[in-house]
């Protein structure tokens, strides 16, 4: 069972966490199941930004994003090369180590 390593977010796990991950989820899905509360402001339907992270270790395991999940990153906040939008990204059988960015353009939060 892969792993992923959350790196330290002030706001969703200041400590950072390790969480296991089934081989066909998303990291979103993951993330979500094991109380990291990132946010999915489209429930994981591939039409916002809103779960972005960027994926440090183990990106080459991952599929490649399709054309729609690319134009989708094109306006996420802090893009880098190794960005992917976590309801798309599916966890393969390589450990990942991801970190979700400061800030999301997503203008109202359900979060309080």
């Avoid at 066909?24 to 779960?51: F, K, P, Y």
């Avoid at 395991?61 to 989708?72: G, I, K, T, V």
């Avoid at 960015?101 to 939060?109: D, K, Q």
């Amino acid at each position: 069972m892969p792993q992923i390593v959350v790196l330290p977010h002030e706001q969703l796990c200041p400590e950072g966490t390790v969480i296991e991950a089934d081989s066909g989820e998303t990291i979103c899905q993951a993330l979500l199941r094991n109380h990291v509360d990132i946010e999915h402001a489209c429930e994981m339907s591939c039409a916002c930004t809103t779960c972005h992270v960027v994926v440090r270790e183990g990106y080459e395991s991952l599929a490649e994003a399709d054309e729609l999940e690319d134009d989708y990153l094109d306006k996420a906040w802090g893009l880098e090369p190794d960005s992917r939008l976590s309801c798309q990204a599916i966890v393969d059988d390589e450990n990942l180590v991801v970190e979700i960015p400061r800030y999301t353009i997503n203008m109202v939060s359900e979060r309080h």
